[in-house]
């Protein structure tokens, strides 16, 4: 059984450009969550998807960030016109429901010079 | 808002001298404390769920224990590959994980 798969493992973009950010759960995972770690912090939550809906994007930018989980195909994390303040490890994580444990990807590292 | 402090940040052990983690946490309706580990690079990597007071999970060289203000991660006799980032995570009510800081432990030969 694969683990979480992120891709790609490393992004660069110049301020400006959008970011594309993917994530495959593990299977039989229909809840996913996004986190970002900037350096020397801890994990911050972002938004929490299941099957094509939002449960909770709380921790998500207003603007310039969207997420989504369609049916088909993997989790996009979606960043438009990036900053540098956007650099960071983006981590995806998915559980079988919403009260066990969560595996993590071995995340995107995105840097925007 | 969930809450989650660790303590100490760093923490600097000869191998084979035990020692202990906290993790203190302010949480709206405990659902579970979570305990990952994150080597450099990597994502965090899954090591114990505990649900309510009183109990206690082992791992090998890692025990985790957990009472309603915090939980402890005890490391015994631990080894230089035990080093890694520690991190407390804590599911309340809202079903999104609130992680601490970490704490850096690093095990000399």
């Known amino acids: 059984n694969a683990g979480v798969m992120q891709n790609p493992r490393h992004l660069v973009r110049r301020r400006g450009q959008e970011a594309r950010l993917r994530c495959s759960p593990m299977?039989?995972?229909?809840?996913v969550y996004w986190y970002r770690q900037l350096p020397e912090e801890g994990l911050k939550f972002m938004v929490y998807?299941?099957?094509?809906?939002?449960?909770?994007e709380s921790g998500m930018p207003k603007e310039r960030f969207s997420a989504e989980f369609p049916k088909e195909g993997p989790s996009i994390l979606r960043i438009q016109q990036v900053v540098r303040g956007d650099s960071a490890a983006y981590f995806c994580?998915?559980?079988?429901?919403?009260?066990?444990?969560?595996?993590f990807g071995q995340g995107t590292r995105l840097t925007v010079v | 808002e969930d809450q989650v402090t660790q303590s100490p940040e760093a923490l600097r052990l000869q191998e084979g001298e035990s020692s202990s983690l906290n993790c203190s946490y302010t949480?709206?309706?405990?659902?579970?404390l979570f305990w990952y580990r994150q080597d450099p690079g990597k994502g965090p990597e899954f090591l114990f769920t505990?649900?309510?007071a009183g109990e206690e999970k082992e791992k090998e060289r890692l025990k985790a224990t957990l009472t309603k203000k915090e939980s402890f991660l005890h490391i015994t006799a631990p080894k230089p590959e035990d080093s890694a980032t520690y991190l407390c995570?804590?599911?309340?009510?809202?079903?999104?994980?609130?992680f601490g800081a970490g704490t850096t432990v690093t095990v000399r030969a």
């Open positions: 994580a998915s559980s079988p429901d919403s009260r066990t444990e969560a595996f």
């Open positions: 299977k039989g995972h229909s809840h």
């Open positions: 998807l299941q099957k094509e809906n939002i449960i909770d």
């Open positions: 949480v709206s309706g405990l659902r579970g």
């Open positions: 505990l649900y309510s």
């Open positions: 995570a804590v599911q309340g009510s809202d079903y999104k994980l609130s």
